[in-house]
């Protein structure tokens, strides 16, 4: 006995479908700390650009390789600087012009870390949807620290922050993100 198929009534939300995108990216991150995606849409909700966290080109992965603030060199062991880059500045190096960001939306898995957040200030960007709260691990990784920094730049600069929050989407039996 087959069952009739419902007619949809609904459809996902500029923040569902974006943030959605963004969780979505994220999986393709090398970090294995920090799983990063963003999404960069302009006014007229049109995606401009995406990244996520990952080693620069030509750079081993972290999760081939281990982390270089905490696991050390693959070959000398010695504790050495993050060898990522995140999410924001690569999605910022994708867009190819950045004056295409002026007033954009970030949708963002993580929340900027401090130097992300001066970029895409410099960007011209007007908001930020994030998923979660980032913490920076310190090297070692037995330590995390706080980055109020990003926050007070800004609220300074006049730019909109927003914490997503997913809502629950029956017909699908899941979170939409």
Known sequence: MSEEKKARSSRLSWDETFMSLALLVSQRTACKFHTAGVVMVDKNKRIVSMGYNGPTEGDVHCVEVGCAKVDGDPVTKKLKRCRGAHAEINALMNSQDTKRLQ???????????????????NAGIKEIVYFEEYERIKTGGEQKEEENEAKELLEMRGITIRQYKPKT?????????
């Open 103 to 121: 007033g954009a939306t970030v949708y963002t898995s993580l929340f900027p870390c401090y130097d992300c957040v001066k970029a895409l200030n």
């Open 169 to 177: 989407f029956p017909e699908i039996g899941r979170l939409c993100c």
